[in-house]
């Protein structure tokens, strides 16, 4: 009876044995494929024919098996599985695209029974992975990196396609407008919505600098699509231009140093104005002051004058003659103001001239009087004595 009783154990853990190894026979393996890359396993092959839609997810595969002639192409779907000659339950292949990372490799699950064989990747031809593809490469260039403010600078948006198929939907998107620019033309930039292999294309826009400091331009980017409408992207580096302060006049007044005048004589008096500043100055506008204002007279052309422009770097020269009426220190003030980019300007300049005193030289002839009268008393007093 106990023989009996150990032979049915014997047979119910065979049964339980046998099911477990039904279960466990199915087994699976991920290969990350490029375009022409296979799988060989017992009589299947499993190749990567085509990445046909990345955004869509569509992967091509070409399944095949020697023993029976089958051969399939199948467009699959990210993530679903999809049976051949009945799937793995039914000594046939489970295959799903798991991951598509380009437009040339994806990863591929295969399920398949144990007993089929071990699988193996193949690597396929070089060449069967290129294929015809858009590339473009897009560049943003500034005719200067230095500038000042309120200079202009011309930006070119230049696209090309170095693929070796047509790309289509191209779009260009720029960063929203750098607030350290006005933009005065061409903006946004303008390409052509299709490029052939080989073609380019390129765009220009011009804006003027308001606000100092060093920009850092971020880079542009250029979308496109294929012919099977995959979205395609690249960028242009990164860049940046120095702005400096913004250009202006600076007006410098000299008037020579003059030498003592006599009374009631003449001199020269020259001036010079020069521009040193980066930028014209505009409606310059001289005036003149004397202190005191009696005694020294300024003759012919007067100091005061205008100027529509004086230009950076230029010197404006003239001579006036002045005159001395009256002895004593006297002052003259120069004033210039003009148009310096943010309102009026203004610039002085001082020039201390002397006038001597009147020479009176008939009172050294008074002097000789009281000597001419003693020295005749003194005659008349000899005269007196001697007789």
């Known amino acids: ?215 850092k331009v971020p880079p542009i980017e250029v979308r496109y699509s294929d012919k099977k409408d995959n979205i395609k992207s690249n960028q242009s580096k990164e860049s940046s231009i120095n702005i400096n302060p913004a250009r202006r006049p600076k007006i410098e007044l000299r008037m020579d140093p003059v030498k003592p005048i006599n009374y009631s004589s003449t001199a020269l008096l020259n001036v010079r104005i020069t521009n040193s500043g980066q930028a014209s100055a505009y409606r310059v506008e001289l005036t003149s002051e004397v202190k005191p204002a009696d005694g020294l007279r300024i003759m012919g052309p007067s100091i005061g004058r205008s100027y529509f422009e004086i230009p950076p770097g230029r010197t404006e020269n003239f001579t006036v003659m002045i005159k001395g009426e009256q002895s004593g220190n006297y002052t003259v003030k120069l004033r210039a103001s003009f148009q310096g980019g943010e309102g009026l300007v203004m610039e002085e300049d001082a020039c201390d001239i002397v006038v001597l005193g009147q020479d009176y030289k008939y009172l050294y002839y008074l002097l000789i009087i009281p000597v001419v009268l003693i020295a005749l008393w003194v005659l008349k007093r000899y005269r007196e004595y001697k007789y």
């Not at 009876?1 to 087994?27: C, F, K, P, Q, T």
């Not at 997810?57 to 009945?86: I, K, P």
């Not at 303008?190 to 400091?213: F, T």
């Open 1 to 215: 009876m106990r023989v009996v009783h150990l032979v049915i154990i014997a047979l119910l853990l065979a049964v339980h044995l046998g099911e477990g190894a039904d279960e466990s026979s199915i087994s699976y393996e991920e290969f990350t494929l490029q375009l022409g890359d296979r799988v060989d396993i017992g009589s299947f092959r499993v190749e990567l024919v085509e990445v046909q839609s990345i955004r869509d997810g569509l992967t091509v595969l070409r399944v095949s098996q020697s023993s029976t002639g089958m051969d399939e192409q199948r467009v699959l779907v990210l993530d679903r599985a999809n049976d051949f000659e009945g799937g793995a339950d039914d000594d046939g292949l489970t295959i799903t695209v798991a991951a598509i990372f380009d437009d040339i490799s994806a990863k591929v699950r295969i399920e398949y029974p144990t007993g089929i064989g071990t699988p193996r990747k193949r690597t396929g031809d070089v060449s069967a992975r290129t294929r015809a593809a858009p590339s473009l490469i897009v560049t943003k260039s500034f005719d200067r990196d230095k500038l000042n403010v309120g200079d202009s600078v011309k930006v070119t948006i230049a696209v090309k396609n170095v693929g070796t198929d047509v790309a289509e939907n191209i779009q260009v998107l720029d960063q929203p407008p750098l607030a350290e620019f006005l933009y005065i033309a061409g903006y946004p930039p303008k390409i052509r919505e299709s490029l052939e292999p080989g073609e380019s294309d390129s765009a220009l826009y011009v804006m003027n600098a308001v606000k100092e400091g060093i920009v």
